[in-house]
């Protein structure tokens, strides 16, 4: 079930930061019904292209590797959705995957002097060190209690709460807030009234 990247946009993928692409790379339909992204075509090119990254030719897409920092993304936002620390596992996976070779330099930006990381190679551990490094960044702002996951029992996205009092329950308010509000109306109208 390939999608465009205009498709992708539209189901909610691309909006905040690139770790939050792969975690839900892996997605329900609200109804359930898993899709592994990952494992379909269209989903890598997107993926690059939204966040700026270039496929290192001729190096192989390395499709186990995205998967297992995208468990360990997932573990870490539900920690995090709980009112949980990340654990050590996460950390050390975490820690592993941001360990990239490089030097830090100092460029000249129209906007004045930056120190910026360059790595050694910009190959795929770079590209997932950057995606590690999207979210270990959102920790170290201390904005974890704003990682979120959908009310919805059968859609499951992650998603970023961007609202002022960080109420935000739903992934999307017209679709699973809609579906859990059909349910509590039909819920009410089945019972027997006094």
Sequence with gaps: MSLTPTQFLEKGHGKTACWLDLVNSE???TYGKRV????????LPYFLAQWNFVAPQPSPFPRARFKALRAVLRKSCEAL???QRLSEKELRALNATLNVAGKREISQRPDGLRVEFVPQARGWQWILAETALSFADLL???NGER????D???CRWVFYDTTKGKTRRWCSDKVCGNRDRV????????????
């Design 147 to 150: 990682v979120k996951i959908c």
């Design 183 to 194: 349910r509590r109306a039909r819920a009410r109208a089945s019972r027997p009234k006094n």
């Design 140 to 142: 170290a702002d201390a």
């Design 27 to 29: 997605e329900w339909d």
């Design 36 to 43: 592994d992204w990952i494992d379909d075509p269209s989903w």
């Design 152 to 154: 919805n029992p059968d």
């Design 81 to 83: 959705f709980t009112g």
